[in-house]
């Protein structure tokens, strides 16, 4: 019978499987490939449907990140008013504010074309260690507006600056919380530190309480078909004893109109009858038991310290530059390696958020003791971020089978920091240090943290080979790796840490139809324009989803 | 219905210590003898409290509801978006006790208690007598366990059972040294009354100057003389390490009626809105404390230099 079969021709099918590794047609049926080669090779399926839309593009497999938060989409609802230019849902360019002059005067333009006086102005991606000099205060935001409360919310989610109408409704010069940042007379600056003295703020429980919600779903999913991405983690799901988010992932995900593959990754959070790593492990088969071919829980996620540029990620000797503290374990040690024998015991496969080598030590430390009790040599732990990873730290990842998710976007939105201001050259030079981890035999992803920086591996792969901070310097040339190795470390790389290699990854038979269309080769052209390739869209399970402007929403039924 | 801002705030109260420093024990303890208050147990992120079951009447989804009308939720990661909405709960709550996870800093959890209709009470840190310094010496992990010696108005020490009594000696001596003089309790082998963390409103009706459960004492103390606002916050901070809490209601000359709270080394002097307030120059402090804090006349003195 004719036409379940489509075979759709490009002008180069890049498929990252190397026995085969380009062709010009591909052949799908049941939103897996048939075959993939020269259309006579693919004409032993039987009839068939020619379809030339790409005709004039090149086909990747479509491209997976393995470390990304719902977060992403929700982020939206609000004005983005950050220092690097960011595309909205609908493709535009927003932000790109670099002057404490120029975020003002965005914030008036908003303020004016808000027309309940009584509706507070939220906005989100600040990062003020951009802005020379000044640091931003509520006097700079009382120029947007004195009456309307503002709220901007910095980019590290830890941090915000309101002005002072804010201050005045919530009686911010009254409260006894840390964290409220006063002058020398003991007036509020309007910066507020962490989350108790944000909350302090009245629009700010309100505005983070609205962004758990189906549209994030949705909004998320245009972000990624827009930027070629047809799987993304959720690498801190809630879904483990919050039935409401699991609910969701599965009444979102599985509608056929939903244009992404959706793998969550559960933080084991307990509550009063939920108490262990077993009953933990218990509840996660309980959901992989629901997994289908778009939804799919991938593992645990454990968080065991922070970040770099929040002098906060756990180091080892010698520390940061500016003599700060270790950092904050976010679990103590031997808990950490109780959590991990108990999921690797189980079969569940782990991803540990680690960024200083001290508690890198400590992942790869746990890991090998549950190995010594327990043989399962296929389990692909993680670590994720991976930043300061060393090679010995790198050697031991290879002999243990664990797999590495390297925040290859710090080098460009923090790079110029690390340099300059918490590990110092040397170390900021092997920061994300992709050529050493394939050197040691790591096989690796690259990620953006998303919405920590922006959803789009082909922005991912810029960084990791080109290695440019903002101020034009090279940071680490001998950790540059090729395109090639790029492409591969956000398509086979990452299936291959989610366990999911056997069914995406590349372009070959038997897989997922999961295509990303592109308007170049991104093998071929010019490193430095690898991140101005042109995204036509996506095709998941052999549906095309082109890249738009238009919210993608549920079936209607 | 009140709006949150005019009602009575919250008293909140945050339970730190490392991981297996007794802290389900405690909570346990607290929720056996709530003495009628509807308290609401908060367990944090990745806490190690479960509530023992007998105590559970039915327990729906994150909530658990005690039969004598306490719960325990756990908000993850709605922690603290959804901690204000403890005080829309109908029946009220009288409590929030929040149990800080092991490696976390519970004087930054504390901070969720200064917010609006919550009224911080006091941060209480658990001691593992055996184990503290092992932990507080580990090169990874011992500044973080130092800090949450640093943050605790109130130190409890705990699993005394397990180590001589020389060496407990040893162990408030070297904390001594370590954070400075931290009121510091033991946890009494049969439970810690919870009149020792939440004040005194339990021991109302109880025979006062005398010994109550466990060895603690209490007395109550009157000012001496008509005192400032400022008096009485010195002569509060006087007090001796022995005292754990103390709760009253003074007079003061500059700012009128007062209720006064001390959680160990927190103290808290806030204007006394109740219907019968004291009249001028009068005035009633509880003092609870260990057993080696002395009876009434141990505190009768110093009140004159203060005036
Ligand atoms: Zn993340």
Same mark, same amino acid.
């Given at each position: ?47 068939? @449907? ?47 504010? !670099? ?44 120029? =947007? ?21 804010? #201050? ?20 509020? @600056? ?14 700010? @429980? ?16 245009? %972000? ?67 997994? !289908? ?98 090679? =010995? ?17 710090? #080098? ?22 992709? =050529? ?9 992803? %690259? ?7 922006? %959803?789009?591996?082909?922005? !991912? ?6 290695? #440019? ?25 990452? =299936? ?62 | ?8 705030? &919250? ?29 609401? &147990? ?216 007062? &209720? ?26 509880? &003092? ?20």
């Amino acid at each position: 019978m004719a036409a379940n079969i489509t075979i759709h021709s490009a002008r180069e099918i890049v498929t990252m499987n190397p026995s085969n590794p380009s062709a010009s047609h591909v052949a799908v049926r049941d939103g897996r490939i048939l075959g993939v080669g020269p259309l006579d090779e693919l004409t032993i399926w039987g009839d068939h @449907t020619l379809d030339h839309t790409f005709a004039d593009h090149v086909l990747v497999p479509g491209m997976i990140e393995a470390h990304a938060h719902l977060l992403e989409g929700a982020l939206w609802a609000f004005p983005y008013v950050g220092y690097f230019p960011r595309r909205d849902p609908s493709g535009q360019w927003q932000g790109g504010l !670099t002057t404490i002059e120029e975020l003002v005067d965005h914030l008036a333009v908003l303020d004016a074309s808000l027309s309940d006086p009584d509706q507070a102005l939220f906005c989100w991606g600040l990062d003020p260690i951009y802005f020379d000099g000044d640091r931003l205060t509520a006097r700079h935001l009382d120029r =947007a507006s004195s009456t309307r409360q503002i709220v901007v919310f910095h980019a590290s989610l830890h941090l915000a600056t309101v002005n002072t109408a804010c #201050l005045e409704a919530g009686a911010i010069a009254d409260a006894e919380t840390e964290g409220v940042v006063r002058d020398e007379h003991g007036r509020p @600056t309007g910066e507020l530190q962490e989350v108790p003295a944000m909350m302090l703020a009245p629009p700010m @429980t309100p505005a983070l309480k609205s962004l758990r919600n189906d549209q994030s779903y949705w909004t998320l999913a245009r %972000l990624a078909v827009n930027a070629g991405v047809t799987t993304v983690t959720d690498l801190a799901s809630q879904a483990l004893f919050n039935q409401g988010a699991a609910d969701a992932s599965a009444r979102i995900v599985n509608d056929p109109a939903y244009p992404l593959r959706f793998v969550p990754y559960c933080t084991p959070s307990f509550g009063p009858t939920v108490q262990d790593d077993d009953a933990v492990a218990a509840r996660f088969h309980e959901l992989a038991a629901t997994n !289908t071919d778009k939804l799919h829980y991938g593992g645990i996620k454990l968080i065991a310290d922070g970040s770099i540029q929040g002098y906060t990620a756990v180091m080892n000797w010698p520390g940061y530059v500016t003599g700060a503290p270790q950092g904050l374990w976010q679990v103590p040690p031997d808990r950490l390696d109780h959590m991990v024998r108990t999921y690797h015991e189980a079969g569940i496969n782990v991803h540990i958020h680690a960024n200083g080598d001290a508690v890198i030590d400590a992942a790869i430390d746990a890991v090998d003791r549950a190995l010594r009790t327990h043989a399962w040599l296929d389990h692909r732990h993680t670590v994720q971020h991976c930043q300061l990873t060393s090679a =010995a730290q790198y050697r031991r990842m290879a002999r243990l089978g664990m797999c590495g998710n390297l925040f290859a976007n710090h #080098l460009w939105f923090w790079g110029d920091q690390h340099y300059a201001s918490t590990v110092g050259p040397e170390r900021a030079h092997r920061l994300e240090a992709a =050529a050493t981890a394939k050197r040691e035999g790591v096989r690796f992803s %690259l990620h953006s943290d998303a919405a920590v920086t922006p %959803l789009g591996q082909l922005h !991912t792969m810029w960084c990791a080979v080109n290695r #440019l901070t903002p101020s034009g310097r090279v940071l680490g040339e001998h950790e540059r790796i090729s395109a090639y190795d790029a492409l591969h470390a956000v398509t086979v790389g990452a =299936a291959y840490q989610l366990h999911l290699d056997h069914v995406l990854g590349s372009i070959e038979v038997g897989k997922h139809a999961d295509f990303t269309v592109l308007e170049e080769n991104p093998l071929t052209v010019h490193p430095i324009a690898i991140r101005d390739i042109g995204v036509w869209g996506t095709v998941l399970g052999g549906v095309p989803r082109p890249a738009g402007s238009d919210p993608i929403g549920p079936t209607s039924r | 219905m009140t709006t949150r801002g005019a009602r009575r705030r &919250v008293p909140f109260t945050v339970i730190g210590g490392f991981l297996g420093a007794g802290k389900t024990t405690l909570v346990n303890d607290l929720l056996r003898h709530a003495h009628g208050e509807r308290i609401a &147990v908060v367990v944090n992120d990745m806490g190690e409290v479960s509530i023992d079951a007998d105590l559970i009447a039915e327990h729906d989804g994150s909530t658990i509801t005690l039969a004598n009308g306490c719960i325990c939720c756990s908000l993850s990661d709605e922690f603290a978006l959804s901690l204000p909405d403890l005080l829309d709960l109908d029946p009220p709550i009288d409590r929030v006790v929040v149990e800080a996870s092991g490696i976390s800093d519970p004087g930054s959890v504390a901070q969720y208690g200064t917010l609006p209709g919550f009224r911080l009470d006091g941060v209480v840190v658990l001691v593992d007598v055996e184990t503290i310094r092992g932990h507080a010496a580990d090169a990874r992990i011992g500044p973080q366990v130092l800090r949450q010696l640093e943050r605790a108005d109130l130190l409890v020490l705990t699993k005394l059972d397990l180590v001589a009594a020389h060496d407990v000696s040893e162990v408030r001596s070297w904390i001594a040294d370590v954070v400075g003089p931290v009121p510091c309790t033991d946890a009494p082998r049969d439970g810690l009354d919870p009149s020792v963390l939440f004040g005194l409103d339990h021991v109302a009706g109880r025979d006062p100057g005398g010994p109550i459960d466990h060895g603690f004492r209490t007395t109550t103390v009157r000012p001496g003389a008509p005192i400032s606002r400022d008096a009485l916050d010195r002569w509060l901070a006087g007090l001796p390490s022995h005292v754990i809490r103390s709760k009253g209601r003074v007079h003061t000359t500059d700012h009128g009626p007062v &209720v006064v709270h001390v959680v160990g080394r927190r103290r808290a002097i806030t204007p006394d809105r109740s219907a019968s307030p004291p009249p001028p120059g009068t005035g009633t402090i509880v &003092v609870i404390g260990t057993g080696e804090m002395g009876g009434d006349e141990a505190f009768e003195h110093g009140w004159d230099e203060l005036t």
